[in-house]
């Protein structure tokens, strides 16, 4: 596609469900990258992909996320047994590869905005 | 570990005003990245600043970075309205490794009064 893709846009959901949240990079992007928003602050780096594998996914909070891309394109994050405050908006990003050397440009998607009730 | 940090957090200006937001950063990085977020919207980016000394302009936007003194700058010029929105700079983790993922600042919340 022409821009990252992600969907659900919204996804409203109880305490203790779990959940799926898609992203769909631009064609040819080998770098993944999924941030969380809470209201009112920066985006907050969760987990970045690097082909398949997970290159750094230092920012996950916990074992309540987990985040996969079994073939190199589509990733989907995971959050099982949401609590009130998984509520923010998801944010993913892709770009050519790295942020590093000559690649300089990573795109946002229009993010999920998850609430948990 | 990296920390980006943006001041002033809220800005209130008049039209036709000039005003400077600063970012400043904890480690060493050649680049930093300006993005601009309307409410409810993602992230659009503004500016990819990629050296020492580096300066780009868009409109009445204008960012510069000083990777020595770890600032950069986002002065506006003769403020409108449509500049009203949230900015927010952001930094590569781990430069030279081998990551690259991006460390925000927490934003900066522009609102342009006539």
């Known amino acids: 596609g022409a821009g990252v893709s992600q969907t659900p846009s919204n996804k409203v959901t109880e305490k203790g469900k779990y959940v799926e949240l898609r992203c769909d990079p631009i064609?040819?992007?080998?770098?993944l990258y999924w941030y969380r928003q809470s209201l009112g602050q920066g985006p907050e780096f969760l987990i970045y992909?690097?082909?398949?594998?997970?290159?750094?996914d230092s920012g996950l909070p916990n074992d309540r996320f987990f985040a996969v891309r079994p073939e190199g394109s589509v990733s989907t994050l995971k959050i099982q047994r949401t609590e009130r405050g998984d509520s923010a908006v998801y944010l993913c990003?892709?770009?050519?590869?790295?942020?590093?050397?000559?690649?300089?440009?990573?795109?946002f998607g229009q993010g999920t905005r998850l609430t948990v009730v | 570990e990296l920390k980006v940090e943006q001041n002033p957090l809220f800005l209130s200006m008049q039209e036709g005003k000039n005003y400077t937001i600063y970012c400043n950063y904890s480690?060493?990085?050649?680049?930093l990245y300006w993005y601009r977020q309307d409410p409810g919207k993602s992230l659009e980016s503004l500016f990819v600043?990629?050296?020492?000394?580096a300066v780009k302009q868009e409109g009445r936007l204008m960012a510069s970075l000083d990777t020595k003194a770890r600032l950069s700058t986002l002065h506006i010029t003769a403020a409108v309205h449509d500049l009203s929105a949230t900015y927010f700079c952001?930094?590569?983790?781990?430069?030279?490794?081998?990551?690259?993922?991006?460390?925000f600042g927490k934003g900066t919340k522009l609102s342009v009064k006539p």
């Open positions: 952001a930094v590569p983790m781990n430069y030279g490794g081998s990551q690259g993922n991006l460390i």
């Open positions: 990003a892709s770009s050519l590869s790295g942020l590093r050397g000559g690649n300089t440009e990573a795109f």
């Open positions: 064609s040819g992007h080998t770098a």
């Open positions: 600043l990629l050296s020492n000394g």
């Open positions: 480690t060493t990085s050649d680049r």
């Open positions: 992909f690097q082909g398949t594998g997970a290159a750094d």
